[in-house]
């Protein structure tokens, strides 16, 4: 597949603050690309970037395999994008604020009122009466208006209750199934690990790394409890985060079951458990170190 999106060694200042340090990645077309930071990691300038509504320091990025530099504007009218704050004009009307929005992008895009009862929305009040997750809403569905083939969106979820995150995450879901090439911003894997194909982690400005999420599941590791006296386990091969509270022991195991299993057996214990960590769980303590 081709690159929808590809980023080169991407540096954005503020002033003398260093917020982008040669961040480079590639998303391409029909993924789901996950960008995973805590706050003030970089998330939203690199968004803004890739859109041209700031300008970078230095490196380079196509969209659709053009430059954006001077492309901005063009390029821009085909990608459907929420911003991590959205504003709209407070005295319109939810309605009329993305009939607006539809006739600018002039394209054959969804429709409104079917969007604004699937994420549960009252297009006849003002802007300035909504809540910040109904705001948030209004975002959404603009972004879905765009009809575009690339959607950006930074910090979707905020605000919005656990019914209408797993509404909005089944409209996502039906972009991917149409091909539509999706970036997605948040603070944790966990949001977002069911749609991405690819995540990135960013920290203080830089890409730590960037994994397929089928590769995250591959990695065998298991958190496993126990009560037991035996005192050998600590220093069995392949154990780490080893925490032991009297006779309750706790440790992350990264190795063959079958060999585990027979050690446990060796341990006269009870309460034994065996979980699977989440993806985030096994993001950090796989890159935790780079
Ligand atoms: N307009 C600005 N002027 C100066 N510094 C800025 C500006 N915008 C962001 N920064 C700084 O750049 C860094 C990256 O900020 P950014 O908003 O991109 O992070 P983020 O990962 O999106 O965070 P959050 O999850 O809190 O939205 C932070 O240190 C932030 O303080």
Known sequence: ????????????????????????????KGEVF?????????????????????????????????????????????IGYLPSECNFYGEMK????LNYS????????????????????????R???????????????????????LFIFDEATGGLDPLIQEEFFQILEDLKQQGKTIIYSAHVLSEVQRLCDKVGIIKDGKLIKVEEVDKLREINLKKVSLTTKDT???????????????NKISFTYNGDEKTLLNKLLTCNF?????????????????????
Not at 14 to 25: D, I, P
Not at 280 to 290: A, G, V
């Open 232 to 246: 050998t386990l600590e220093n069995f091969a392949n154990i780490f985060d080893y925490k032991r509270d009297k």
């Open 102 to 125: 539809k006739e600018l992008y002039k394209t054959k895009s969804m429709e409104i009122e079917p969007l604004a009862e699937r994420l549960n929305l009252d297009l006849n009040k």
């Open 34 to 78: 996950g960008l995973i930071g805590p706050n003030g990691a970089g998330k939203s300038t690199t968004l803004r970037c890739i859109l041209g509504l700031i300008k970078k320091t230095s490196g380079s990025i196509k969209i659709f395999d053009q430059p954006i530099d001077g492309n901005e504007k063009k390029l821009r009218k085909r």
């Open 94 to 97: 939810v309605i009329d604020v």
């Open 127 to 149: 802007i300035e009466d909504l809540s910040y997750g109904n705001r948030k809403k209004v975002g959404i569905i603009d972004a879905l208006l765009s009809g575009g083939d």
């Open 270 to 290: 009870k309460d034994l458990t065996i979980e699977n960590p989440s993806l985030e769980e096994i993001f950090l303590k796989y890159y935790e170190k780079e």
């Open 1 to 28: 597949m081709p690159n929808v999106l590809s980023i080169n060694s991407l540096v954005k200042y503020y002033g003398k603050h260093l917020a982008l340090s040669e961040v480079s990645f590639d998303v391409k």
